[in-house]
């Protein structure tokens, strides 16, 4: 087994074996993106980046599946026969994350403007990619490919418009 499957089987299996990081991981894999975007979409009105955040967001997106498609990458779960903590709404390829090249793109527009902010910002997406593991439905290799990805094409979307 690869290093790539054994960080992804361990921390699966640790978050397992406890309910409180099963949930607390289950949480952060699911809602905590929602109150991230929500957060950045609300500072991007109120400071006028609302414009390069979408676009950063919706054009990293949009890279992110075509990646995802080309590449066809097995979650883990569906490679080790193991039940997920939780269930997905769409069934699409592991490499890369779509939650972390999203919540790296937010970061990185707002980061952009706002430094400090955009800090917190990736500490947010930091923790969902960690609990997108954790869940067990992506490898550490997915993470790292979905922050590269979403951090890319986000600052080059808001240098370019700002």
């Known amino acids: 087994m690869n290093l790539d499957k054994k960080i992804a089987e361990s921390i699966f299996l640790a978050a397992k074996r406890s309910a409180v990081f099963s949930r607390l991981a289950v949480l952060g894999a699911t809602k905590l993106i929602w109150l991230s975007g929500a957060a950045v979409f609300l500072?991007?009105?109120?400071?006028?980046?609302?414009?390069?955040?979408?676009?950063?967001?919706?054009?990293?997106?949009?890279?992110?599946?075509?990646?995802?498609?080309?590449?066809?990458?097995?979650?883990?779960f569906q490679q080790n026969h193991e039940k997920p903590l939780m269930e997905l709404m769409w069934r699409t390829p592991s490499f890369p994350s779509g939650h972390t090249t999203l919540s790296c793109a937010m970061a990185a527009g707002v980061f952009v403007q706002d430094p400090v902010l955009g800090?917190?910002?990736?500490?947010?997406?930091?923790?969902?990619?960690?609990?997108?593991?954790?869940?067990?439905?992506?490898?550490?290799?997915?993470?790292?490919?979905?922050?590269?990805?979403?951090?890319?094409?986000a600052t080059l979307v808001a240098r370019l418009i700002v």
């Open 43 to 76: 500072w991007g009105i109120l400071s006028g980046q609302i414009i390069p955040i979408i676009l950063g967001v919706f054009f990293a997106w949009i890279m992110q599946l075509a990646v995802a498609y080309l590449f066809n990458r097995r979650r883990p």
């Open 119 to 153: 800090t917190v910002f990736f500490a947010a997406a930091a923790l969902i990619a960690f609990c997108r593991i954790a869940v067990g439905v992506h490898y550490f290799s997915d993470i790292i490919g979905g922050a590269v990805l979403g951090i890319g094409v």
